[in-house]
């Protein structure tokens, strides 16, 4: 006899079951939400290049539409030409990831903040198997009610070592923190 599934997100508590109704109806299945799913997020991002290193260009671009084919090349990089490079890409998603991450922290300890600022230096250098990120330097200024120096600190360090973006990258991240009045 053939099943129907029905989803029902209010029914979170509830496992798979499959209810069999009398005089001949159709019986039907509650299926319970996938909470693996409710965890997990993916996103993307995209790049295009023509030519070669020096020569060539690119362009980056966001699932989001945040960076729509926006242009970057060798000389972004490393000559300060006008466009973006992965290092400032990497920068900025850290200073977010961190920033995010400490607001989930502070709002758990009973603070909320009434603003942050980050800056993320990323730090590229040339190595015998060619380039890598060998250190992010996160700079933090946030002011906080109620927040005393010490449990700032302490929930600032646990932020760097849990945004995600920090548990990516295998480099030395230091953190400058300062409450601001």
């Not at 945040?66 to 890409?89: D, H, Q, V, W």
């Amino acid at each position: 006899m053939p099943t129907r599934t029905i989803n029902l997100p209010w029914v979170a508590p509830v496992s798979r079951i499959t209810r069999y109704t009398g005089c001949g109806a159709r019986p039907f299945r509650v299926a319970r939400p996938n909470r693996r799913k409710e965890q997990r997020m993916k996103t993307q991002g995209s790049a295009v290049w023509e030519g070669g290193i020096k020569d060539g260009k690119g362009a980056i671009s966001t699932k989001s539409g945040a960076l729509s084919a926006y242009p970057y090349g060798f000389a972004s990089r490393f000559e300060g030409k006008p466009g973006t490079n992965p290092e400032e890409l990497i920068g900025a998603a850290h200073a977010g990831c961190f920033t995010m991450a400490l607001s989930l922290i502070l709002g758990e300890a009973g603070f909320t903040a009434t603003h942050m600022e980050t800056t993320a230096e990323v730090s590229l250098e040339k190595q015998s198997d060619g380039f890598a990120i060998t250190a992010v330097h996160l700079t933090l200024r946030a002011t906080i009610p109620g927040a005393d120096a010490e449990t700032f600190q302490q929930l600032a360090a646990k932020a760097k070592a849990g945004c995600p973006v920090s548990k990516l990258l295998k480099a030395d991240i230091s953190l400058d923190a300062a409450l601001v009045a």
